[in-house]
């Protein structure tokens, strides 16, 4: 996504700063002009950066920074709290609940992936086992109701609708009402969209809300409007009660980073981030993940969560070998299995820590084709060395020759594989911290 490139920027300027010897005012005041002017270039506004520039600044204590005292850690830290707060919205979203239906209601303009995201939204819960469901209330634009059957369809998920009753109102009424009756948990309401705010949108949101009386109204905004989303969301918010918003497009625009902290300022907490047009192309947003993604130092509680997703957390010797540090070739030949199974390895990696640097942007398929080179090398090794704890015992110049044979690859292609696992191994050990249960539930962050 866009937005890499503003974490990459951010990374960039704290990595030149610390890895000077001499650490002064001068130095700290230059890691904080690139920060700004990389924020500026991704259409923060203007004031939030000179304040996370005034903030920085005073959590970073220049005379333990002089003693080198943790240095890296301690400016990186000071960093990461204030972009935290930038894009801290101060308030909870709504958490649907199990077993009772709850009605979500979907508000937007005209094109801002509003229907894409019902649909993602409610694949998100149903891969969750909700029973989710999707009501199409708009019938100001044509064909609306289609494209929301078809994404239905394609997803299985139960939908309503009509192609004759002209009225959004009856439609979401009928709708939630026969969702109810059947038991689903998670009734979607998708209403019309129109390409400016203007009374008459407001105006049918108002009495759709008023009919259907939902749990939650989740606003979906385009990001690439950028600041201009803080006006948008104080519209919206004033006109019907938005407790939820999903943010789309961030796949695309450099703008993101403007729209993410504009919305943080108008107090409504980002629930979703849509990261491009297919189903999967969304994520559960949570500010210090993503800051932590955003500035490459990895995110386990996301990871934990996309590992979740693809159902791998039903594997408990897994977390418990994880848990207690322990990792070997076999180990790793299993998570590049795990990996490829999880979805687009970009994002999966972006989660891992100090992964990120691995992943090119735009060259995700070579990584996943070297992922598939190094399984390749492994088939090719004895058991005791895919079990092997001690990979620099075992490996000696006649074994790796051997293996580059059998596997028709370069003795160099073998040893870059030993290498990268001796990260795995290291990151791994860094996470023996993560209290994971016995039957492998998920780990308290
Ligand atoms: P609606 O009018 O608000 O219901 O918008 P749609 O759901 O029809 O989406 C409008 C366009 O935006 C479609 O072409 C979608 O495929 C596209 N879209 C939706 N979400 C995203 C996203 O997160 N990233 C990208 N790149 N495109 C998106």
New binding site residues.
Partial sequence: MVLAELGGRIAQAMRSMTSKTVIDEEAVDNMLKEISSALLSSDVNVKLVSSLRKNVKNRINLEDLATGLNRRRMIQQAVFEELCEMLNPGKKPYQPKKGKPNVIMFV?L????????CTKYALHYQRKSWKTCLVCSDTFRAGAFD?LKQNATKARIPFYGSYTERDPVKIARDGVEMFKKEGQEIIIVDTS?RHKQEASLFEEMQQIAAAVEPDDIVF?LDSSIGQAAHDQATAFKEAVSVGSVIM?????HAKGGGALSAVAATSSPIVFI????HFD?FETFEVRSFVSRLLGLGDVGGLMNAIKDAGLDKQPELYQKLSQGVFTLRDMYEQFQNVMKMGPIGKVMSMIPGMSALMTKGREHESQERFKKFMTIMDSMTDDELDTENVNKIFTDTRVFRIAQGSGSHPQQVWELIEEFKRFQKMIAKMKHLKIGKNGEMPQM
């Avoid at 005209?110 to 995201?117: D, E, H, I, L, P």
């Avoid at 789309?248 to 695309?252: A, E, I, P, S, Y």
């Avoid at 849509?274 to 047009?277: A, D, L, S, V």
């Fill in positions: 937007g005209q094109g801002s992936g509003k229907t894409t995201s494209q969209g979906v789309t497009k961030l796949d695309g849509g990261t491009g047009e192309d």
